[in-house]
């Protein structure tokens, strides 16, 4: 459960639904299997996995939901190639070329006929919401599907104001000066990755892993106008993670103390463990993130001044339905 990437949220307006109500919402939109003839299905999952049916977790005032996810691979090669020997057949039976609507007609026939034997590939999705924080973390390793749980949650619940934080200054410009030398926060340290963009269009693109970043190479390239847009940090040795230059973070890591210190206040059982692992990764982030944001300059605040409720858009792609099962 121990989350490994972070994209962070801010309500625009409190969240104001308590436990037992989201859990209420949530049940109308549990999930449910695909179909035969579903390419994709989307729902709310218990975060408990087996050990539990309740589609939320609460620990200390914040709510765990996971969202899961089922998709039937069909590889496009495998596709590509029956819809050419069908093609070729019908072509030399007809005497005759297949028009371009047609092709495309027959491979959604294809694709419809090979549905019911495609293999299924299934993945689960975490995300916290922190009331009293007025934020939402989201265990995605992009903003797009971060935002397609976002959006599910919103047609689920009817509204959810929320907006990614948004940060006054560029992380990249200071990321830059920080492999620089200049104003590193006392409580990071600098490990040896980086990633490093051109900031013009189509530019040079340079990835450094056990590298040391203050070698000249690593500086020649930034005193040539490349920006750091990825680099790795260890935060006061309780955890290590990749920061991007749009304030979200991949390969999260916690380090052995407080795995350890989770381990000794769970218990035997499934259910205990999940609420002392959530509890201390939340109180953690909640420490890591306003460090983060301060060290970046500080927070944008103008997303707090939204004084109506998002617009709410119903898009019905989450359940790509094929035809009724």
């Known amino acids: 459960?121990?989350?490994?990437?972070?994209?962070?949220?801010?309500?625009?307006?409190?969240?104001?639904?308590?436990?037992?109500?989201?859990?209420?919402?949530?049940?109308?939109?549990?999930?449910?299997?695909?179909?035969?003839?579903?390419?994709?299905?989307?729902?709310?999952?218990?975060?408990?996995?087996?050990?539990?049916?309740?589609?939320?977790?609460?620990?200390?005032?914040?709510?765990?939901?996971?969202?899961?996810?089922d998709e039937k691979i069909l590889p496009a090669s495998v596709v590509r190639e029956l819809v050419d020997e069908k093609v070729a057949e019908i072509e030399e039976k007809n005497a005759r070329k297949m028009g371009r609507k047609e092709k495309e007609t027959l491979k959604d026939n294809v694709i419809h006929e090979l549905l019911p034997r495609a293999f299924l590939r299934s993945n689960l999705m975490y995300a916290y919401i922190a009331p009293a924080d007025n934020m939402m973390v989201v265990n995605a390793s992009s903003s797009k599907k971060a935002e397609e749980l976002l959006?599910?949650?919103?047609?689920?619940?009817?509204?959810?104001?929320?907006?990614?934080?948004?940060?006054?200054?560029?992380?990249?410009?200071?990321?830059?000066?920080?492999?620089?030398?200049?104003?590193?926060?006392?409580?990071?340290?600098?490990?040896?990755?980086?990633?490093?963009?051109?900031?013009?269009?189509?530019?040079?693109?340079?990835?450094?892993?056990?590298?040391?970043?203050?070698?000249?190479?690593?500086?020649?390239?930034?005193?040539?106008?490349?920006q750091v847009v990825k680099l790795s940090?260890?935060?006061?040795?309780?955890?290590?993670?990749?920061?991007?230059?749009?304030?979200?973070i991949n390969r999260l890591k916690f380090n052995d103390e407080i795995l350890d210190q989770a381990d000794s206040e769970g218990a035997d059982d499934y259910a205990s463990q999940f609420d002392a692992d959530f509890a201390i990764m939340a109180l953690e982030l909640k420490r890591f993130i306003p460090r983060l944001i301060e060290v970046f300059g500080g927070e944008d605040e103008s997303v707090f001044k939204t004084t109506k409720p998002l617009a709410i858009e119903k898009e019905d792609n989450l359940m790509l339905e094929v035809c009724p099962d």
């Open 151 to 226: 959006e599910y949650l919103r047609r689920s619940i009817g509204s959810l104001p929320v907006k990614p934080a948004t940060l006054k200054n560029s992380p990249a410009a200071i990321m830059t000066r920080w492999l620089t030398g200049e104003d590193v926060p006392v409580d990071f340290i600098i490990n040896d990755e980086c990633e490093l963009h051109d900031t013009v269009e189509d530019g040079g693109i340079i990835r450094c892993k056990r590298q040391d970043l203050e070698a000249e190479e690593i500086q020649a390239h930034i005193t040539a106008g490349k």
């Open 233 to 248: 940090v260890t935060w006061q040795e309780s955890l290590s993670c990749i920061v991007n230059d749009d304030f979200s």
């Open 1 to 69: 459960m121990w989350f490994n990437n972070v994209q962070i949220f801010r309500f625009t307006q409190p969240f104001t639904l308590d436990a037992q109500e989201l859990s209420a919402k949530l049940q109308g939109f549990r999930f449910k299997p695909c179909g035969k003839l579903q390419l994709a299905s989307y729902g709310w999952a218990t975060p408990l996995r087996k050990h539990g049916d309740d589609l939320i977790h609460a620990t200390n005032g914040n709510i765990m939901i996971c969202a899961r996810k």
